[in-house]
């Protein structure tokens, strides 16, 4: 038997009772882990990363283990570099790959793959290598599905410049917001996943870009499977040749398609959580969240409307700054309820407290288009309740975000769950 067929005959097990990855690959004959480095055109850094990727494993790793150099159709002298490494190390593998694409080079390696245990890292080697062992263990012992590397652990210590900082920070803000993701750090290129995992998610991984991590991640997370995540320590690239632009335009695109699939049960994340005796989480779902808010949204609305009209004698400002706090808490409560599915008195307050500072933003944005609307002329009840309406209409979406995103993201609420 292969080694996917004997961990996949436990693959209905308990995790606990799950088998010890490193005894399943010595009995079969394979290494425990296999390390793929995706390349385009490092000509430059190839060789020295190897070499010292290959060392640490040799003297610091206690189990068997390969490298994978997978080669994304480079033109320069990439392939040779490549083949010599193969050559001067039996635990380095060569692949090449006629067309480029990081996840499609993890695919087709993964999939072939003979190991126990699945890597990846970025070949500048940015994550210290010290958290490699940490990053499988878990996986080794069957205790989890995946492993990912984070840099935005308070345990984690990096070097990198403000602006990656900020598209990071803000990429994963927008993972947690749309598919309500739980996992910190989507783009981190420092990856693992058991072998008998990764044969059956990845016929559901369709990206072939930077997106393949964070699609396989997200799949994983609602079909019920655990992800360990271990702080790391990461140094930037400075030649990053990224195309930071491309990559977020790509990356919105396959959030979009994910929402879509989601929504219309086209993923079949019942069937691949039963596969492994979990229970797939549905209870993030954008869509019945979005109705579920709307619906307390119109209601708002309705009152914040009824109330600024009851008010309107103290002013326009007035009024509207106690109809929308008013609306704002009420709010805040029906929504930690009902569509988050938040219960019992723990971290009220909080809830609150965010909630007003969500309010903040509304109020900033509603009060902004009225002093707008009266600057420019002496407007007619009808025109100012419709400016009103169209302000908050987009404060709502902005509310949405933020209450998915920040305030009642599940990694931030102990007790809780989704109706």
């Known amino acids: 038997m292969t080694i996917i067929e ?8 308990d995790f606990a009772r799950r088998p ?24 430059a850094d190839l060789a020295a990363s190897i070499h010292r990727l290959h060392q640490h494993l040799s003297r610091d790793f206690p189990f068997t283990f390969r490298i994978t150099v997978a080669d994304n159709a480079s033109v320069d002298d990439t392939p040779v570099i490549a083949a010599a490494l193969a050559a001067e190390f039996p635990e380095v593998r060569n692949v090449r790959l006629e067309q480029k694409g990081r996840g499609r080079a993890l695919h087709a390696v993964w999939s072939a793959s003979d190991a126990a245990v699945l890597a990846y890292m970025d070949v500048d080697l940015s994550t210290d290598l010290a958290a490699l062992a940490p990053l499988v263990a878990s996986l080794i012992s069957g205790h989890s599905d995946l492993a990912i590397g984070t840099r935005l652990s308070r345990a984690s210590r990096v070097v990198r410049g403000p602006k990656r900082e900020v598209i990071s920070r803000c990429y994963n803000l927008i993972l947690k917001s749309t598919l ?10 420092f990856k693992a996943i058991r072998s008998d995992v990764a044969r059956e998610l990845l016929p559901y991984v369709q990206d072939t870009g ?21 702080p790391v320590d990461w140094i930037d690239d400075p030649d990053s040749r990224v195309d930071i632009v491309a990559t977020a335009m790509a990356d919105l695109k396959g959030i979009a398609r994910l929402l879509k699939a989601f929504a219309r049960g086209q ?4 069937a691949i959580s039963a596969q492994f005796g979990r229970r797939a989480d549905a209870s993030r779902s954008l869509l019945g969240q979005a109705v579920r808010f709307g619906a307390i949204g119109i209601l708002s609305t309705v009152a914040y409307l009824l109330l600024f009209l009851l008010l309107r004698p103290l002013g326009p400002q007035t009024a509207n700054l106690i109809a929308l706090l008013v609306t704002a808490v009420a709010n805040t409560a029906a929504n930690r309820r009902f569509t988050f599915g938040v219960r019992g008195s723990a971290d009220v307050a909080r809830h609150q407290f965010e909630g ?4 903040t933003i509304g109020l900033a944005f509603t009060s902004a288009s009225l002093a707008a609307l009266h600057w420019v002329t002496d407007p007619p009840r009808l025109l100012e309740l419709t400016v009103l309406v169209l302000a908050n209409l987009g404060a709502t979406a902005l509310r949405f975000v933020l209450l998915r995103g920040w305030v009642f993201h599940p990694r931030r609420n102990a007790v809780g769950g989704a109706l």
Do not use: K, M
């Open 356 to 359: 007003l500072v969500v309010f």
């Open 6 to 13: 004997v961990l996949g005959d436990a693959a209905h097990e």
């Open 210 to 230: 930077w997106f393949f991590d964070t699609e396989l991640l997200v799949l994983a997370e609602r079909s019920g499977l655990r992800i360990h995540e271990v």
């Open 180 to 189: 309500a993701a739980r996992f910190s750090d989507a783009q981190c290129g």
């Open 20 to 43: 010890n990855a490193a005894l399943v690959a010595a009995e079969c004959g394979v290494p425990v882990l296999d390390v793929v480095v995706p390349v385009y055109n490092e000509e």
């Open 267 to 270: 993923i079949p994340v019942q």
